[in-house]
Nanobody, 124 residues
């Protein structure tokens, strides 16, 4: 499984960005794609995840109501729409893949496949 992220960049506070995660390779029949973010020196934080078959989603508490995760199965791509961005959203965002086995894909899964990440910087 290979994952490639895109869409990061520099944006002013209050602005929006859309990240993409495109998967390729031998994918399981039902799987989840999750977005995580990390700032150097800090613990990695779960942002959002989605079941690519039934669309079930989970969100981190700090992004609920501002971020939305969606998928386009025809393109093997998952999107993270980020709105009302804040300086504290600045981080390197990475997507990860794991076969779906139920439960909270953001808090209980251990992900084996990761993309290289894309930087998001929000200026105040």
């Amino acid at each position: 499984v290979q994952l490639v992220e895109s869409g990061g960049g520099l944006v002013q506070a209050g602005g929006s960005l859309r990240l993409s995660c495109t998967a390729s390779g031998k994918m399981p029949e039902e799987y989840t794609i999750a977005w995580f973010r990390q700032v150097p020196g800090k613990k990695r934080e779960g942002v959002a995840c989605i079941n690519t078959i039934n669309g079930q989603t989970y969100y981190g508490d700090s992004v609920k109501g501002r971020f939305a995760i969606t998928r386009d199965n025809a393109k093997n791509t998952v999107y993270l729409e980020m709105n009302n961005l804040k300086p504290e959203d600045t981080a390197r965002y990475s997507c990860a893949e794991e076969p779906w086995y139920g439960g909270d894909c953001l808090r209980v899964y251990e992900y084996d496949y990761w993309g290289q990440g894309t930087q998001v910087t929000v200026s105040s």
